[in-house]
């Protein structure tokens, strides 16, 4: 796939793997609507990407919000007259044990984010992305495969969010529009920080080892990488490719896998 000129949506866009995927791909003189909550830093990497070679516009939208989902793909074409890759990448992190949750409203919240979002934001934008036989890239998560302790919000809307991809690839067979879904482990950004603890307040504080985390860099070049080539599915590292073959021979070694992934000093 050649980006020039294609009408690139991406949630998310305001930090992390959504902004460097945005300020990655501007050099290719793609035309990127980028979305996210907070306008204003949204604006600042739009204008990286416009200096980068880009064209760019920053919407602000709430993926867990259905009408904005709606308005982001209303933008996209009422700017850009079509939509070529939709990104799905807006997600919200959560870690603490199951049993120190006394509310339940924040997993929620996060099944709304997480999943819904990427439902509502692909199903406003699927006919433009139908008509130019374009993509759909939903960015999950290794813990969308396997269920990690700590994770018993975030791993369900991960395997819901990736479950949804898998079911519409099927749906969409011979109608021209590939689905992508990216897996990535641990990346060097703030989404957990900013993630929920048990109260449903900010964790503030990540309860995976961060050591050896992948840079959003790499993240990217991967992720850019799996997009050019329309490829169904990108699980990253090879760690984790092999703990996909683990995970069906001998599962008790992966799920001791998980909990060593953990911090020592608690969760």
Known sequence: MDFSGKVIVITGASEGIGAELARQLAPHRPKLVLAARRLDVLEAVARQCTLAGADAIAV?????IEADCAALAKSALDTYGRIDILVNNAGVSGHTLFE?????????????????????????????IRQSKGLIVGVASLAGKVGVPGRTAYSPSKFAQAGFFEALRSELHGSGVDVTVVFPGVVATNIRYHGYGADGGAAGKSGLKEDGAMSVEECVRQIVGAMRSRRRELVMTGRARLGMWLKLIAPGLVDRMTRAALKKDGH
Do not use: I, K
């Open 100 to 128: 120190e949750v006394s509310d339940f409203g924040w997993y929620q919240d996060m099944m709304r984010v997480n999943f819904m979002g990427s439902l509502w934001c692909t199903r406003h934008a699927l006919a433009a």
């Open 60 to 64: 602000r939208c709430d993926v867990g």
